[in-house]
Every structure is written in C-alpha cells, then in structure tokens.
C-alpha cells in the first residue's frame, strides 16, 4: 500500500503535464518577443551602413564589425560636440554611486524608525513621506532648480545627484519599512532590555538580515537614476549631462547620412550597466520584494 501511494504522488497527471506545456510555451513566447528588439539593436549594431540599406531589420550581418561601437563611444556627435558618449558615461557613474548609496542608507533607518521605533505622529509623518512616491517630476521641476540655484550647484554632476537623492527617500523607506515591520519585535524588546541602543540595534540585529531589501532598493535606485531622462535635461549642464541626454543628443543630431549603426550601439553602451545590474542581481530583487509580503 504505502509502495502505490508512492507511486501515485510521484506521478502527474496528464492535466499537470499540459498545464506546464502551457505555461512553457507561453513563457518563451513572451521572452521572444521581449528580446526581438534587443535583437534587431544588437544586430544593427555590428553592420556596416551598406548592410543595413541592403537588408531588413533581422537580417543576420554580412560583416560584423564594431566600428559603431568605437565611434558610437568616443566620436560620436552630441550636438556641437563630437567626442561619443564616454565622458557622459562617467557622468552617469558618479551620479548614480553617491545617490544610490546616500538615499539606501538614509531609507533604510527611515524604514528603521517607522517600523520598530515609532512615535506620536509617524504614522502621519510617515504618509506625507509616501505623497514622494506619486508626485510627477515635472512638479518639482521649477522649486528644485529654485532650491539648487540657492545651493549654488546647479547645472552640477552633485547638484543632480542631490535631486535623485532626495526624490528617492520616498521609495526607499518604503521599501525597507514593509520589510523591517516583518521582523519580530520580541527581538527589538529583547535588545533594549540588554541595553542596547537604537543604533547598536540597527547595527546588530537589523542589518544581519537586511541583504535581501538592500539588493531590491540598490536594484531599483539604480535602474531608476541611469534610465531618468527629464531631470538630466533640466538640472544639469554641458559638462555634468548623464548618459540618457547624451543618448538623446546623437539620435536627433544629423550630419549626412544617418547612422543606425552607431546609434544603437550608443543605446545599448547606455543600456549595458542597468542590464548587467539585473543580470547579476534579478534572483534576489524578487526575494526581496516577496519577503517583507507576510506583515504589515
């Protein structure tokens, strides 16, 4: 008896089998056609312009080459300019470290207090905190260039980086006070009995277990930042544009013959960083989003 109902358990049945059919077949649909446009990008790409005249989009290359890519990085036109995308790359790079960095460590002790050390009034603090997250950029448009102007850093790499700093404590400390709240209070009680204070606890007890919500949040300011267009256009200047303006800049910049080569090798030179990011790191952005799902 016990042998059939092994048998049993171990076997599926044919509704099972098509269901998974279904669900793998729909699964590679969407995948491609998801990556088609990445394949006809990365395609472009590496074709000389003859080829592309001569061909169709998802025509396999007669010649690859990376000519477009050389030029798309260091000769490009960006306006006036010709110099590709490289110095605009660097741009972006010290734009995103300190902001991701700055507004993650900031939201995760926002997310700290709103969970474990709350007080008379956060909850409301904590509402009006949220408001960030479903304000157009194009509202704090004219009252951020007002306030970086008064700073004295505007058209700044630091004045833009300040922009994404503050733009994004919304969504960080949301995200890591639906994640802290899933943690047990005993453990917090238990702490301050022993004498432990508010940043020893944090340092202790809260950060041990918070790589997952880290990962989403870096994850997400990171995305977020490289890929933000509106702010690189009206907080920055000729010498502090991120790579989005750049990417812009050489599409709609037309000397002679229009290169598609080297414009989708510039996007895709834009692109790379935020798709490696999700390349490496996918697995635990969903871990962590799915974790802090229990409470709160």
Known sequence: ????????VGEKS??????????YTLSILAAVYFLIPFF????TSVKTLEDIKSGNLISWPREFTLDAWIKAWDSACTG??????KGYFFNSILMVVPSVAISTIIGAVNGYVFSKWRFKGSEVLFTFLLLGCFIPFQIILLPMSGMLGWLKISQ????????HIIYGLSFTSLFFRNYYVAIPDEIIKAAKIDGAGFFRIFWKCILPVSAPIFMVVIIWQTTQIWNDFLFGVAFSGSESQPVTVALNNIVNTTTGVKEYNVDMAAALIAGLPTLLVYIISGKYFLRGLTAGAVKG
């Open 1 to 8: 008896m016990p042998g059939k109902m092994n048998v049993m």
């Open 14 to 23: 044919p509704g099972m089998i098509a269901g998974r059919i279904i669900v």
């Open 40 to 43: 006809v990008m990365v395609m």
């Open 80 to 85: 006036i300019n010709c110099e590709g995308v």
């Open 156 to 163: 700044t790499i630091f004045g833009l980086a300040l922009v």
